[in-house]
Each structure stands twice: as C-alpha cells, then as structure tokens.
C-alpha cells in the first residue's frame, strides 16, 4: 500500500480540489483538472504511482478521471465489490479498479469482488474467471453506439475522437449500429438526488464547520435543504422506474458505446468548463453520459479513445448489461489489443 490518494471535499464533485490538499493536477498537462471524484487515483495512475488503484463512483467518480487522464477505470455491477460502511448514497455508489491496463482491472477485480456479510448489498456468488477469460474476444456481440445518448452537448473533437473509436469494434467482428436511445431525462434527477444525499450525509457539519468547508459543497448542501421528504421520495421512484427506459436497448444490445465524458479536461481552478453554463455547485452537465448507469447499477468502463490536437485523452465508455462485468472487461481488452495505449505516457518532468 503506498498511500490514501486524493479526493475533492467528502468526494462531492468531479473534479480534483480541495480545501484540505489542494488541487490535484492532470499529469498529462498540470494546467488541467483530473477530474474527480477519484482525482488522485487517476493521477497516480496516469503518472505511473504504482499499478493498481481503487476508486468509487456514485456519479462517475470512476470513469471521469479516468477519461481526462488517459487511463483504463471500471465501474463494475452495483455490488459486485462490497464496501463497509455501506455508503447513504441509495444504491448508487460503486468501488471499482483504476489501472494503466485492462489486465491489470481484471486481475483487482477479481480479488476485491465478491459477497461480504458486512455489505448486505453485495453479490451472492463467485466472481467470473476476470482474468482468465479476458482474451476470448468479443465477434458477434451486438453492440449500440451513441454519440451523445440522444441530445446531450459533446465537444466536437471529443465526438471526432469517440466515433473513431466505436468503428474499432466493426473490426472486432461485432455488429454495431447507431442509436438513439430513448432514456428518459434524469439531470433534474440527479440533481436532486445528489444535492439531497450531501444534505443528508454533511449538513450536520455547517454549524461549526461552514467557514472552512468547500463553498461549491455548502451550496450544494443547502440546495438540498430545499427538498422536502416528499419531493425526495418521489424522485427516488423515478430513478428506479429509469430502469424501464434503459433496459430495452439492453434487451437488444451487449454493449452500449459513448463518450465518457462531454469535454476533454478544462483549466484547474474551475467547477465548470468556460464555455458551459456557470453554477455554484451543479458540475453535472458535462458529466451526463455518467451518471444514468449508476442509477441502473450497470457496469461501465472508460478506456482511453485518442487524444485531442492539444494532446489531452479522451476516453469510450463501454456500458454492458447488468452483471456482465466480464463482457465489459473482454470488450475493453479487445479494443486495448487493437489500439493500444499503455506505450504512451505523459512527460513528466
């Protein structure tokens, strides 16, 4: 064990500061966040700080900095790795490798993953073979690609790099098509959820603490004071019934392919990118393609895409179907064999 990596206040956003440690720098280009909440896994990952890397993810918190810092991150099955304490995030929040390589995932994974009796949310059964089955392919899978989940915002060099990406898996012998999937609207969603649960976790803190505490997280907090019980109840219905919208494409489909996220990393120093509507605490725009599959408990990986003319990574989301970590896992290894990227690697000084 080398060492507690860095994470922005109690992990409330997804990029790499705090009041605490500061700012957490991509190494790929130390003017540009590593996104968050796994700020520090995804830079000690990138910078070649040791191989294996835990992170959680309760709204990308995996695949985030693991797209801004060209590394390969896993989001398995809701439950699939057990925690304790059980995070009071309503099933949303998963723990899962940060690696240079997909073996290296698989190879975690399959110690970390597993039942637990502390964790009463966590899988029966034993894991998969992760890494014994991780070259066998992925010829015939069906597999969706949307390059913006039916209307959300993309940079127009991340969207080049991400559909260059997804025809690597024509090559794979998979049978892709481009798709509009239909889900339903879940930004007022989260933004509910998510404000409500740092309410209900961290708002005990503001009498004593408000002065020194992250003032993105306090407006966050005190957004979700605003929500009455009712209010919260009936959005935590909807996020389960959101399920009904996702699940189709995956009754058709193995594999949904995305960019991870909206935006190639942005200047440090700030919650949203310069040319994204500004808010005190909401940084949940350029992170939509994350968020829906935490609320479905899917498995989601962000492998590293390309990179941008300024030379920062871009990362595909790889979402499969519930508890198919190991298609996930194979499909990752497939593209990794067929554009690898663990050769490259930022220069540090």
């Keep these: 064990m080398v060492g507690k990596t860095t994470t922005p206040e109690f992990g409330w956003k997804a990029i790499g500061d705090s009041p605490l440690t500061g700012i957490t720098r991509n190494p790929w280009n130390t003017a540009v966040t590593t996104g968050g909440s796994s700020a520090g896994a995804g830079a000690a990952a990138a910078a070649g700080l040791g191989p294996l890397h835990q992170g959680s993810d309760g709204a990308g918190s ?21 925690t304790w304490p059980v995070s009071n995030t309503d099933y949303t929040s998963h723990v899962g490798p940060m690696t240079r390589t997909v073996a290296d995932a698989a190879l975690m994974l399959s110690v970390i993953a597993g039942p637990d009796e502390w964790d009463r949310t966590s899988l029966e059964g034993t894991p998969q073979d992760y890494v014994g089955a991780l070259a066998r392919g992925v010829g015939g899978l069906r597999v969706a690609f949307s390059p913006d ?55 005990q803190y503001l009498p004593r603490w408000r002065d020194r505490m992250d003032p993105g997280l306090v407006a966050c907090i005190e957004d979700g004071l605003r929500y009455s ?15 009904d919208s996702v699940r189709p494409l995956f009754e058709k489909y193995d594999l949904l392919l995305t960019p991870t996220i909206s935006v190639a990393a942005f200047p440090v120093g700030r919650l949203n990118p310069a040319d994204w509507p500004q808010h005190p605490w909401d940084w949940l725009g350029w992170a939509s393609f994350s968020y829906p599959f935490n609320f479905t408990g899917q498995p989601a990986a962000s492998v590293p895409a390309g990179f941008t003319q300024a030379g920062l990574p871009v990362g595909l989301q790889i979402v499969g179907r519930r508890f198919a970590d190991l298609t996930v896992l194979q499909a990752s290894a497939a593209f990794e064999a067929a554009r690898p990227w663990g050769e490259r690697r930022p220069a540090l000084d």
């Design 62 to 82: 995996i695949r985030i900095p693991s797209g801004f810092c060209g590394i390969y991150g896993l989001k398995p099955t809701y439950g699939r790795v057990p």
């Design 149 to 203: 989940l039916g209307g959300l915002a993309v940079d127009a060099e991340v969207a080049t790099v991400v559909r260059e990406a997804a025809h690597v898996f024509d090559g794979l012998g998979c049978v892709v098509e481009e798709v509009k999937p239909g889900f339903a609207d879940s930004h007022d969603l989260i933004r509910c959820m998510w404000s409500a649960h740092e309410a209900g976790i961290y708002a």
């Design 229 to 243: 019980m009712v209010e919260y109840v009936e959005a935590r219905g909807r996020k389960f019934a959101f399920w």
